[in-house]
């Protein structure tokens, strides 16, 4: 028995922590909070868990930066067992999430006040949610990819079925279950798939393999690329994959949908770049075309269908479909370029997401209902600063100068535009000015003062959803004139969204400079 | 076939193989089709059993092992334990589908993407570099040799299926907690929604049921 | 590739006024917006504070360009006062900024009309909104004029269309909302192929000379295919032509200038249908020379068809903005004749004509709202013999009209008369058809004008009197006919500071654009580009 | 030597088809997320047969991750099926079409 | 003293800034007197200018008085300046006398009008672009005149804006006039092109590099411009719709000044005229057709003023026939005495007018010259000499056009001739009906209401009387220019036709000279004193007691040959509908239609997608895996073995 165990010692590799700080942050947190509500018999109000969050989100973002200082003072490095990539782009990734994050509790807190719901699990959830998608950014191995996207993915299916008042919830839940364990499954037979083409899981020896032998026989490689695309399309939300983005939108408690399509956005964009950019930029021929096709149907369904919504949560859905095909315009020019605009994307994205989505809350109300169009006629009366928040977002998500939203555009469409894909800039660009229509229906909603004005603005467009008959949405107007309650949180969360997407919009130097470095240091 | 498969095999392996892969097929039809989902777990044990023997032949008997422990031991009957608690043991009308595109489509989809893999493989199955994270048959037992990597190579993977488990404890917390006060009402409206989701579900089934065999019968004439 | 003909068009002209210490151009841009963020911190119960901040605000703007107008050297071609700065520097994005003849009066006259759209409409709901959107979109006109970076040009050019689409969804008339939601999609669907020229250029360039730089003096020296040259100026025209707008990319505008409340309708076909010729005369012809002469024609006959088609579309409107806003189609039509004519004639008269049209547009839009807050409707129809009543307003209105359709003395005609004579000498028919627009002009303005002001007056007139022009108003409208005589009787200051940069423009569209052809007036200059085009 | 590989990953394609269109197919939410088992264990099986074929240890491991996986994954999607379950008995996959369009 | 140019038009407009700046303070005489005082120091200045011109050699007439740059752009250099040469100066003479003394004239006109301080405001302004337009150093300050005064007889016509019929004269006449100003302007540009100046003097000096055919072009392009501005076929209509202004307007305006300011541009440019001899010939044919055309028409109006405006009309015909033969010299003499014969007549007709109480219609008047005899005297001055009866004014002036006529065909000189007939004939019926005969306006108005549109209720109970004396003195100081004007052009001996010296620098290089033979010039008299008189004594018959010749005055005489009304339909109406079509048709649905069927086609689109979004969690599996084998398959194909 000794021999055997003497014969079976096992080297350690050497664990850096630092490598792994903001995710061991956000996971040790976690823990601290699970601990805390267990140890204190009284109940802890959940302010006090949304500080602790955002602060637990600090630190994590206090260690990304100092990561990202070490990388840039060291370069690019990779941590135990070369099973981490620590260089510019993953912390690019561990800033980027720690900021969802600490946003994301501050509209939490709001949520579950107003909800009167208790107890640490959102933020437990959203903790270790996050801690998935860094490490989405980070992962060296398709292994860890996987169970990094499942560690992102399977708190959001809880998430989304978190509030139990509405059938909506455990339908929007189930939804993305179903489906997010079918493409996971899918994604996993990808990985298979790789291995059995390439000898390894891990990125770097894929990359080494790939550089080094051409493979006469790739059929096995080409399908596990293949369905490694899949499941990441379905994670961001690309078409044909796209279809549960609506419904777990429309259900999922409102503040959940913001950061879920915040970070899940983030780990898939951020997997999938590195899964092509870095290990396969040898097959980029090949990738190129499928992932043009994806994103010319993303960016078009997105933008259509998104016309026909009525509901706001679906349209901010279908605009988010929208959004990844930006964003694929950027993965698909498979250059540092697209990288870097990616990258700004989602950071542009995360935050507007978030924002968006909170300020559908704060108008929904007690419930977390009422997301219909109408609830938004007249917002400028109830609350100036509400709808004029909400029109800087949309229009930020529009593309308007001077926000974050252009120069993620103008950034992607570069990228596009220097890998020659003229055509994919042409479209995307259609599909921006098709997707303004909606922002602006909603802008006009809100600053409407009469019952006409906004119908107006669909004259010319069929839309299915405008059966609803004038007498209720009279009602309904009526029955919102009183002034909107806010909660200070998602006050305080909102003005950190504007101010993040007007000042780095007018000031875009520090973030591009940072995508830029970020993809330097691959 | 027979002969290829003897090709590079020795009989009892190939018989092993052809039992084993007989019991997985079945299994995983029996999960598909049986229309008890009592039924349908304990197909899918079946499966479980045969993908274990498959291990064994294939030099993996660790993963065998886990395979049933974990797999069928738990897992089914976490399955089986759901099915009981909420009583749905009850048959689905497997027959009866209300968008016979959907019916033709998976199969004709699914049928694809066995043909497209199988395609792929035509040429070679496995083009990869050997013995890249470290040889099976190295020092020790295959539970040596796994034990080795996983706690060198895969040391941070392994580390973090820990947050995927706080995830499933915190989920289950989550999802079976209940409303302090709100619950009854809750509880009222949804008995009272779902009893009556319930009787239009039968209602539409049936009436579907109807119509199609209406139309059978219109079609016939 | 006439390089010192580039630097005459895009290199600092005045040494002396490159290192200048105070940032006049930069400040100018920045005041309004500024000032606007300041408003948002002032109570909005505080209407008196609101106003007299904006209207301090615009007249210091107006100040200040007039401080640029002096310090503007005449008789020189180049930008002047130009401050650099990076912004964003990975990207190649620079804060320039720079003034020349093409943009100096522009830059004057929308610092002119700002107040005058500010003062010049009355009382309204929620002041305070309003000027702070206005000075958010003066910011924005001013940057756009005086921007030498292609996307910072492209920035402003796209922040126009926000405050512009508020002031008309907040401020608006009936179905404000729909033509709001018009304008802005339209306009920001074409200018969205704009930014994918920018870019496409900005690579092209960057492929020949490894500098990514959106500067338009250094992408003015990128070497185009004829084919990718045609594409660019396409993607950029699209842009300018809906912008400005151009037949037959004009329907928004009769929706939006006719919903506008008055100031915005002043400041939407004052100064921002400029943005779209301006974008032609400055970027189109500086970056696509080659492409330019090729494709000339065609945007001459949207121009010409423009001019007959606005004005024969003008003849049948019964709402006076709606009048108003075919007649700018068919006056855009000129400018963009003029600017496509490419001679020094016509290209001058072009810009003259942007200020010029930009001065008697406001002018009418607003007189009409100084009628339509006596009766409350914009329809021709009811409205008769105003000027028994109002023999001031009557005259002065008689006076833009007259300015309007191009009679000498008053400031329409040079610019048009310019512009034919310049197209005449390369591309006769055109302004032979071309010439047929100023009797329609006449048709069009002077039956409006006379339904309006001439005939008895109704039996039943219009609720409530018809007073006479406030002393406010006359205030208001004072400076827009001062202009308006001043420049029809002695523009030569204003030519002989735009000249020289439009003839440096000329030449090099023209040396450049005919390559080594010869052919100053031919009249066979499509073929000569084609070959011109190819041979580079 | 054993049996060649290829037989082993047709059988796991094989098992990978049935597993998809039983979830395509049928209306039972717990057989649906069997069908997930089914096809995450035809992966587990190609990943099985690859190591053997090259001789390394990452695919037995990465099945071995695959397990923790599912039995995650499966706490989870039960948990959910049970709160649905709860509010209407006897539930299907397409009783859940509330939210659509 | 030539340097006192700028004080020629610098009076009327000082006139016109005192009145628009204080016009209602000064008040109803003051304003009119101060504007009279303006225009009558411009004709002071314009007679010092011209003693200084005249002391001058003949060869040094020619004086280029530049003031200022205008615009300038390219090749394109323009200066505001004036031209002081014999024509101008003869045009700014007889413009500043011919207006003062109807300034002097409206002042009584005038007296009653609300409107009388803006009334001598347009005035003035007129007389000062008027006086731009003679004087103009170079084309473009012409045309600065030319729409001036455009500009201002519009103003004028629809002085009285209460009236719709008088608004929209004022807009036709705006109208026309811009046809024609567009062609004027197409000409000013292919002048620019083909000799790279706007200059006279420059323009003139390098015809020689300008082909035949471009010649041609420039001529007729500008002759298109003084067809609209003088009335001529076929831009005439206007004339006689513009009557609706005040009579002073009609008098200065539409007979001595402005009308003729086509006949000044084609002598201005004869020398490319003289070049272009089709395109001289086509002006005379046009000319001599409009003087027939005008004159037929004029046969059968009933309206006092009409009468007189198509006999403008015809008038300015002669004047083009001159032009078109090459006679400079005889246009700008008919054009001088036209100007003094046809302000008497149209003063005559004024007073009468004022006298009846606004009455127009001459069938509703009659037996006037008990009650204005003067009027009747002076109103008989201007009838013979525009009859052309020796020796008065027009006899010389027609007669000069009709020897140049001759001299180029016979066939021109034939029309010409029969025109003169009926152009003594019809203002002798004007004559006969206003001034003899019984008095019909003292009948009851019940038989007169549908005789015309004159019969208003002042027509009653008239007591017609002579104006004032700010009215007669005018009348008085015309007719005997009409009478005396002969000579300032005299035939019969080559000392006396001072306006053919005094011309030729400017036109004397082109100067058609018939006088080689006395004896024609005498046989010529004596044609045109028969037809002169044939007509005068045809409307002594026929008009003297008669009321109603229908035969006389055929519908389509009165309808002017039913030019406007074709128009009307040809032109006017299918504009109309095709604006109304454009408007209704072309943009809303057609163009803005495509718009927003794109947006349309967008939304449906949406729309249709949305439906796939049935809400089923099996169908999106199905989206998934129908996109896992569409992606396998691409990646498939792209696989390499």
Known sequence: MISILAAATITLPHVDYTAILPELILLGGMLFLLGVSALVSRPIPTEAYALTTAAIGMSSLIASLFLWHLVSDHGAFQAVARSMDVDGFACFGLVLVSCVVIVASFFAAGYLRQEEIRGPEYYVLALISGSGAMLMGSANDLILIFLALEILSIPLYVMAGFDHRREASAESAMKYFVLGAFSSAIFLYGIALTYGATGSTNLGEIGAFLAKNVVVSDGVLMGGLALLIVGFAFKVAAVPFHMWTPDVYAGAPTPAVGFMAAVAKVGGFMALLRVLLSTMPTLASTWQPALWVIATATLLLGATVALAQRDMKRMLAYSSINHAGFILVGVQAGTIAGAQGALYYLFAYSLLALGSFAIVNMVAGKADDGHDIDSYRGLAKRSPFVATSFAVLLLAQAGAPFTTGFFAKFYVIEAAVEAHSYALAVIAMLSAGVAVFFYLRVVLTMFASTERAADDALEGLSSDGGTTSLLTRVVSAQGTEQALKISPWMLAGLVFVLGATVVLGIWPQPLVSFAHQATLLF | MVSGLLATATIPDAITFVIAAVIVIAGALGVVFMKNPVHSALSLIMTLFGIAVLFVEENAQFLAAVQIIVYAGAIVVLFLFVIMLLGVDRNERISVENSSAQRIGAIVLGLAVLVEVLLLGTGQWVTGAHSVTGSLTGHGANVNVIGDSLFSTYLLPFEVTSALLIVAVVAAVVLARRHDGHENVEVEIGGKEARELAASRDAAVGHDADQTSAEDEASLR | MGHSELAAIFGVAASSSAQRAFPFLTVLVLLPAGAAFLLLLVPKSVTTAVRSIGIVTTLAVLALSAVVFGEFHSGVGGLQMTSVHPWVAPLGISWSLGVDGISLFLVVMSALLFPIALLGTGERENEKSFTVWLLLLESACLGSFLSTDVLVFFLFFEATLVPAYFIIAGWGHERRGYAATKFFVYTFVASAMLLVGIIALVFIHKSQTGVTTFSVSALANTHLSSMAGMLLLLSFTIAFVVKAPVFPFHTWSPDAYAEAPASGSIVLAGIMAKLGTYGIVRFDLALFPHAVVVIAPLLMVLGVIGIIYGGIVAAAQRDLKRLVAYSSLAHMGFIVLGAFALTSESVSGAVLQMVNHGIYTAALFLLIAMIYKRTGTFQIGPLRGLQHRAPLLAGTFTVVVMASIGVPGLNGFVGEFLILAGTFITHRWYAVVATGGIVIAAIYMLWGYQQVFHSPESEAPPEGAFPEMTWSERAVIAPLIVIIVFLGVWPAPILSRITPTVDNLVNHVVQVGHANVPAPGLPAITTQALQGGSGQ | MSIAASWYLTLAAVVFTIGAIGLLIRRNVLVMVMCVELMLNAANLTFVTFARELNDVGGQIAVFFVLVVAAAEVVVGLGIIVAIFRRKPGATADDAHMLKG | MIHAAFLIPAFPLAGFALLALFGKRLGNPLSGWIATALVALSF????????????????????????????????????????????????????????????????????????????????????????????????????????????????????????????????????????????LLLGIFLVFERTGSLQYTTIFSRLGNVSGTDLVAIALLFFLGAAGKSAQLPLFPWLADAMEGPTPVSALIHAATMVTAGVYLMCRISPILHLAPDAAHTVAWIGVATAFVGAMAGCAQTDIKKVLAYSTVSQLGYMFLAVGCGAYVAAIFLMLTHAFYKALLFLGAGSVIHGMGDEQNIKLMGALRKYMPLTALTFGIGWFSIAGVPPFSGFFSKGNVLENAWSVTPALWAVGALTAVVTAYYVGREYFLVFYGSERWAKSDSELVDAGHGGHEGARGLHPHEPGRVMTIPLVVLSVAAFFGGILNLPVHPHLVFLERWLSPVVGATLFNPHDSPGKVWAFSLVEAVLALSGVVAAYFLWRDTVDRPKLEPRFLLHAWYIDAAYDRFIARPSTALATFSATVVDTKVIDGAVRGIAGVVGTIGGRLRKVQTGYVRNYALGIIGGTVVLVAYFLIRAKG
């Open chain 5, 44 to 183: 002071v200045a314009t007679v010092i200018v011209f003693i200084a011109l005249f002391q001058r050699a003949p060869s040094a007439r020619i004086v280029n008085e530049p003031w200022f740059n205008w615009f300038a752009a390219g090749r394109l250099r323009v200066n505001v300046g004036l031209l002081i040469d014999p024509l101008s100066m003869t045009m700014a003479a007889f413009v500043t006398g011919v207006s003062s003394l109807i300034h002097l004239y409206s002042i009584g006109y005038m007296e009653h009008d609300e409107g009388y301080p803006k009334f001598f405001l347009y005035l003035n302004l007129f007389v000062f672009s008027m006086l731009m337009l003679v004087l103009g150093g170079n084309l473009i300050v012409t045309f600065f005149g030319w729409e001036g005064v455009g500009v201002c007889s519009y103003f004028l016509v629809a002085f009285w804006f209460g009236r719709p019929a008088a608004t929209s004269a004022g807009k036709k006449a705006m109208i026309y006039n811009r046809i024609g100003d567009a062609g």
